[in-house]
């Protein structure tokens, strides 16, 4: 069932740009005759023209609204200079209302291009019907017909100006919740590795539990990528990274480990590197980014590593593979815990917490209750050391520092982080990254 309804109107041909409120009416009359909703949301999109006032472009195409009462609070009218600026602030109040199924009506040469816009903007958690406007010059003989049958593919070049248009909109966007703030580690040495852990601000994605720094898209969440690659770019920006030569572990919560430069596995959960200039990532929500620097063989590490990941050892096999790829010695590399949920929140089922009580019962509290509360940074940095590490050599503020530099955790911070455990499905992620300096 149709929940909004959007009238592409931005950019119509000359000979209907002189009736537009005439055109508006007509379309309008036809949604209350033929909609199935009672007075479903209805978005108009309307080009701004340069140097005018948004808010006069509205009050234009108000004479053709007055007649529709039964819409009068579910309709808006969005002028803005770009199909882009137009579609996201719609995005947006989508998102607001939490509506995902939406009827598109608009001229037919504007069905390639919408398209590709809605391709870019959002993900698969919208579903789109299109019907097209066929109207004759006077505007009065309207119909809202179905798409017609042929399929055309947009120019390559005109889908790379759309691209680009939106970028460029979306990097003219203002950060949202504060600064972009980035946690470093004082025992990765700087003056040969770049690093860091992201917290959520600075960014711009705007629904409650992705707001604003989310560094991660998928069908299931509502942040299209070019939202993410647009956090990402400001990230960069401000620790220093190209974000074009960016690799982020393709998440699996297993223990295989991407060489960077030999063939890439479908999925992985750490990856290493020796060349400078790369930038590589581990997001965490509440599992743990784990960062790796050896500063004597100059190579580096990043690990994803949940309560699955810790337990099948992917923090070991991230240090096996820089020392089989790379010829590091174990007491050379350092390890940092970043943001993760906290054995303060963090629970399991019995069953599961029994695998966590193995490496250690201290890992576990609350051993005897359905659901006991797991720490998985003790777990780690205790396979860690058992692997060879030196205790000196990880860093885990929760244990080491009680100002909580890095390690804090996700679930306790809702400020600072996002967390799959507090906030449900539709969370945020952020990343710990490291590269080698030129």
Excluded at 26 to 45: D, R, T
Excluded at 94 to 99: Q, S
Excluded at 295 to 314: E, F, M, N, Q, Y
Excluded at 338 to 360: M, N, T
């Amino acid at each position: 069932m149709v929940e909004a309804i959007l009238i592409d109107l931005f950019s119509l041909p000359a000979n209907l740009q002189n009736n537009i409120q005439g055109l508006l009416r007509n379309i309008l009359e036809a949604i209350e005759k033929c909609s199935s909703i009672p007075a479903p949301f209805v978005y108009v999109m309307y080009c701004q023209k340069p140097g005018s006032e948004m808010t006069g472009e509205q009050e234009s195409l108000l004479p053709a609204l007055k007649d529709f009462q039964g819409l009068k609070k579910r309709l808006e009218v969005v002028c803005a200079l770009t199909t882009a600026a137009a579609l996201y602030t719609i995005k947006q109040r989508l998102d607001e209302k939490d509506l995902s199924i939406i009827k598109v009506i608009l001229p037919t040469l504007r069905k390639d291009l919408m398209k590709v816009y809605i391709d870019h903007l959002f993900t698969a958690v919208y579903q789109f019907e299109f019907e097209y406007l066929q109207v004759e010059s006077d505007c009065k003989n309207l119909q809202i017909a179905e798409p017609p049958s042929e399929k055309h593919t947009l120019p390559t070049e005109d889908a790379a100006l759309i691209q680009s248009e939106i970028q460029l909109y979306l990097e003219s966007l203002p950060s949202l919740k504060g600064e972009l703030t980035i946690l470093r580690s004082s025992l990765i040495p700087d003056d040969i590795f770049l690093h860091g852990f992201t917290t959520r601000t600075g960014g711009i994605s705007y629904l409650p539990t992705l707001s604003s720094c989310n560094l991660f898209s998928s069908s299931k969440r509502r942040d299209p990528q070019v939202v993410v690659k647009e956090n990402l770019r400001r990230v960069a920006n401000a620790a220093g990274f190209n974000p074009e030569t960016f690799h982020r572990v393709k998440i699996d919560h297993a223990n295989a480990v991407y060489v960077l430069g030999k063939t890439e596995p479908d999925s992985y959960d750490g990856i290493v590197t020796n060349q400078k200039g790369v930038t590589i990532a581990a997001p965490g929500a509440d599992c743990i980014p784990v960062l790796f620097a050896d500063p004597v063989r100059k190579a580096c590490g990043a690990a994803h590593s949940g309560w699955k990941g810790t337990l099948l050892g992917i923090s070991m096999a991230t240090v096996n593979a820089m020392v089989l790829e790379y010829g590091c010695n174990v007491k050379d590399i350092l390890v940092v815990l970043g943001p993760s949920v906290g054995p303060c929140c963090y629970k399991l089922p019995h069953e599961s917490a029994k695998e966590f009580h193995r490496i250690d019962p201290k890992c576990v509290r609350l051993f005897d209750s359905a659901n006991p509360y797991i720490d998985i940074r003790r777990a780690t940095r205790i396979l860690l050391e058992s692997g060879g590490i030196l205790p000196e050599n990880i860093q885990d503020d929760s244990v080491t520092d009680q100002n909580k530099n890095i390690t804090f955790c996700t679930a306790c911070h809702p400020d600072k982080f996002y967390s799959h455990f507090r906030d449900g499905t539709s969370f945020g992620t952020q990343i710990g990254f490291i590269s080698i300096k030129d």
